[in-house]
Each structure stands twice: as structure tokens, then as C-alpha cells.
């Protein structure tokens, strides 16, 4: 298959994956040195100026020259994730596939704007995510891209560690009509990411992984979406959500009586952003109408057979909490 979209490919990007990731180049989906590791920390030291950490994960900017990927100690045209080298996740090795899989299923599926991206091995046969920055453009213009802890005012110095935790769904929501001048399609599909993130349970969703783009023309709009997973995989316990849908969002009926977000919540989020109820409730429709299409692609995922299920159990069960009533 594919790497990128899963298609029949004879192991090779496929033309429409070559076309979104390389400008139509034939990139070979192996690249030419050996993942992370104490065998090659000198070549990675020696390729990187120093090594982007997210998380728990490691991150190498790439170039293209030619038909060939290289590490850069500069700004690259592509972001490369390993398998996380964190003890504390559980199936490390799944985490390229996982993310992968989420945001194929949020753009093939559900039409969301994602970046483009696919997953490529390493020369050893390591598999890792690869994505392509949309903030740079193949003339070398970049255009400013700033997340929603950056508009909201939040640091880590001044707001401490966790200050990408703080904030609430609402407050994105508020920023993007305060900095979107077409806001009103901006916060339906926003509206539409949060619920891909629950459904998903992309417990990580916090205020750096939502972005506002500048335009060619010197506007803003919401960036295309990025670092989508089902988190659930590797931290079981984590909370449903990164950060609050809204303020007093657990005092609701549904919430206190199973102790959870229901479409309740969801509904009470939408209004307090602007949305029509009657849109709101087509974008809720929306997205829980394609069960059966996400199931067919966890099932040509990259992900081992025990992965697969869990992926598809934890969706299920997100899905199932949306249809239900008091």
C-alpha cells in the first residue's frame, strides 16, 4: 500500500501522496540513514543543531534535495517524528502509524484541512511520521503562523509549566473571531475538530496544537490541523480532553449523572461559540454518520492487529457517549 493514503502503490507514494508531500517528486519511501539511537547520535549531532522536543517526542526538520530527504540544522520543509524513545507510553513503537491513521481519517473522511503527511522508514526499517510544514512555501516565503497559547497571551514563564493546559475550547473560539475576519466558517470547523478530538480521544488537543495562518494577503484563518492521535493508546489514563470545552462545562445534567461529555456539552459549546443550532447540530450528524468508513481505515492502517482494536473500541465508545440520551 501507499505509505501516505493507503492505496494500491507497489510500496511506493503513490501520485496524488507525491504531488501533496514532494511537488509531484518520486521520494523513495526508505530514507538513506538509520533512526535515532546510540549507533548514530554522532550523525544526528552532527546533521541537527540541536534536537526539537515536543512532549515526549523527538522532532528532525528535513529538506528536499532532489528526490532525496536530509536532516537540516535549519528551518526544513518537513517535520520527521520516530517512534517516541519515552518509557513512559505504552506501544511507543505504534505512535508513528497512530498519528498517521487519525489524520488521514480527519481528512479523508471527515474533510478536515491537515497537513499533508505520510509515514516513511528509516534505512534500519524504523517506521516515523512525516508531515509537511504549511507555513513554508517551496519559494522559501513563510508566513506567520502563531497558536493559540502565543494569541492568548500564555508563556511557560509566566504562566508556568502546563500553561498549554489552561484555557478552555471557548476561549480558542473567542480568539479565532477576534483575529479571523471570516470567522463564522472558521468556528464551525473548529467546532468539528473539537469533536474529531474527542471522538477520537486526542486527550493532548491543548492551546500550541490549534494555529492561526497569515494569508497571502495578510489575513489570518484557522491553520490546517496537526499532531491529531488518539492519545488513549499510549496513556490510558489520561482525561478525555486537554483543556475545558467551557467554563462550568461538568456541571450539566449529562456530565454529573455519567461523568462524562455528551452531546449536551457539545450543544451547549456551539451556542456559546455562535453557532446556528441548526448547523450545529448537521456538523454533530456529520460526524457521527461515518462509523463505517473509519473502521475500514483502522483496518488498512499501519497499526499491529492489538493496536487496531483498541483504536477502534476507544472510538466506539466516544461515538456511542455522542448518541446517547438522558
Known sequence: MCPGCFKDSSKHYCADCRRLLFDGRKVKPILSFDAPGPATYGFFQENTRGLSVSGAQLKYSLFLEGDLLRLTDGTGQYILKPIPASTQLYRANQAPANEHLTMQIAARVFNIKTAANA???FNDGQPAYLTRRFDYFTDGIKFQ??????????????????????GSYLEIAQLIQQFVVAYPPALEHFFRLVIFNYLFSNGDAHLKNFSLLQTSMGDYQLSPAYDLMSTVLHTPNESDTAIDLYP?????????TFGYYGLPEFQTLANKMGINPARAT???QFMLSKKDSVLKLIGLSFLDEESKQLYAKAYLEKRERLTSNL
Open 282 to 284: 448537521n456538523i454533530v
Open 145 to 166: 503562523l502563531e497558536d493559540m497559547a502565543q494569541l492568548s497571551g500564555r508563556s511557560e514563564k509566566k504562566d508556568g509549566t502546563h500553561y498549554k493546559y489552561k
Open 119 to 121: 509515514l516513511i522508514n
Open 248 to 256: 462550568g462545562d461538568t456541571e450539566g445534567t449529562f456530565f454529573q
